[in-house]
């Protein structure tokens, strides 16, 4: 091939000019090579501007990602935290102390009051407070941000992440299958639930019930439904082995860029909502009704509980550690030829949502519909219970969600719990939680380092970053 190029004189400006692979292949004097190859070559001329500034972004990704692990993790504060804690504890022994009484003692008249009690700690948690507020915030801003940075600095991966493309806002999508029952239904002749919860004095809850018991029989099939997308992200040497088109994706997969694992996509399972928490939510919903918000009815005949708008009973996460990934995985659902039984439904790109605070534009949202098996290889694979039903092949069963989001902003959240937990709770209520839990101190009140921190603790050292 050499030798055909010197012969022929063809410098680089005429390769760059070369329209297609075909005549890519004529011009390099191998006309007898499989089609295939005159494709690649024409399309590592046509691309390459964009593979090499691709290498150059990616160069400094350790040292990036280096800065923002060690941003990550306030020592100052936790330790703070802890000592205040501490010293919660032994202002209480002191007030107390006085009031203790010996059987064999004097009755002691010293009586602790707990408007006592009550002024003696104030001041300190109000510091727990305050001072678990700022980290909070710190976390959510200033980190944020750097993380965000450090993967925008993958400007050619980033860029197909920010170009995902938006589908039809259609209001029916946007809820549970409606399932046709006399229980569970706000109507005159509604029946108490079978399952006996609440003997038909609280239908939303009984209808949030029926969507519980749903997801615990479908979790397995979404999971493993799932799973073939991950495994075969996963196991593919690059984009076009997922049958994606080499025009539309480009760059090669970057394996320097792994997510937790070691894996270029880690999926992570979450719990079954709750009836008793998807219940609150049900409640935001009834006031979007009212307000016209969402509709009350499908087809004019269909009345909707406010349950059937809680779609996230059946969840997961996908982490990825390449931006490039995110709309990898996002066109391998779209084209429902790997998991052939979800369909997405509905997309919220909140990375490039400049509307919502940075700690919020760090993930993809989507919704998925969990369709029936369209045949009896595919349900022998499902993991469902009893028998193939082709009646209902291909209907749609469940709405679950899926969150795809960077393994930075998962460690963020991690760490971000810790302070949530005081800053959510009432300041009435703050005592108790901080005698009978607390964070960052153990039953004995010794220091307690959370299980994130000892993990980015082991990064570092992986990064060869000094903690």
């Known amino acids: 091939m050499e030798e055909n190029i010197r012969k022929k004189k063809i410098n680089a400006s005429k390769l760059f000019a070369i329209p297609d692979g075909k005549t890519m292949l004529a011009s390099l004097g191998v006309s007898d090579m499989a089609d295939g190859w005159g494709l690649l070559f024409y399309n590592l001329m046509k691309y390459h501007q964009k593979i090499q500034d691709d290498r150059k972004q990616s160069s400094g ?51 602790l ?58 209001k029916k999508r946007n809820s549970q299958p409606i399932a046709n029952t006399n229980f569970g239904v706000r109507s005159s002749n509604c029946k108490a639930s079978p399952f006996g919860s609440t003997n038909g004095n609280s239908p939303d809850l009984e209808r949030l019930e029926h969507f519980v018991l749903m997801s615990r029989f479908l979790a397995v099939f979404f999971e493993r439904q799932m799973l073939l997308v991950t495994e075969k992200v996963n196991k593919a040497e690059n984009p076009q082995e997922l049958g994606l088109s080499y025009d539309e994706f480009v760059l090669p997969f970057n394996n320097s860029l792994a997510a937790t694992g070691g894996k270029r996509a880690n999926l992570t399972m979450g719990p079954i909502k709750k009836a008793g928490r998807a219940l609150k939510k049900a409640k935001e919903y009834e006031q979007e009704m009212k307000d016209g918000k969402k509709p009350s009815e499908i087809n004019g005949i269909q009345v ?80 469902l219970m009893g028998e193939f039903n082709t009646l209902i092949s291909g209907k749609c069963m469940m709405v679950c969600e899926l969150q795809i989001t960077m393994k930075d902003f998962l460690m963020i959240k991690r760490l971000s719990q810790s302070y949530y937990d005081i800053t959510r709770v009432k300041q009435a209520d703050l005592p108790n939680f901080l005698f009978m839990n607390g964070v960052f101190i153990n039953p004995n009140l010794e220091e307690k380092i959370p299980s994130i921190i000892c993990e980015m603790t082991d990064k570092k050292k992986d990064t060869h970053v000094s903690c």
């Open 61 to 111: 990704a350790a040292e990036r990602a280096a800065k923002a692990l060690n941003k990550m993790d306030n020592k100052t504060v936790r330790h703070t935290l802890y000592d205040l804690q501490c010293k919660l504890f032994t202002n209480y022994f002191k007030l107390v102390m006085p009031s203790l009484q010996n059987h064999s003692e004097c009755v002691n008249n010293s009586k």
């Open 113 to 170: 009051m707990a408007d006592d009690v009550k002024e003696e700690l104030h001041e300190i948690l109000e510091q727990i407070q305050s001072v678990a507020k700022d980290e909070e915030s710190r976390l959510g801003s200033e980190v944020t941000e750097l993380c965000l940075d450090k993967y925008k600095a993958l400007e050619e991966r980033w860029t197909k992440l920010e170009s995902l493309p938006e589908l039809s806002r259609d």
């Open 304 to 383: 909707l509980s406010p349950s059937d708008y809680v779609i996230d009973f059946l969840r997961c996460t996908i982490e990825v550690e390449d931006p490039y990934l995110v709309a990898v995985v996002f066109s391998v659902l779209l084209k429902e030829e790997v998991a052939t039984c979800l369909q997405i439904c509905r997309v919220k790109n909140k990375f490039v949502n400049k509307k919502l605070p940075k700690h919020k534009q760090t993930n993809v949202l989507m919704n998925l519909a969990l369709l029936y098996p369209h045949n009896a290889d595919e349900f022998k694979k499902s993991g």
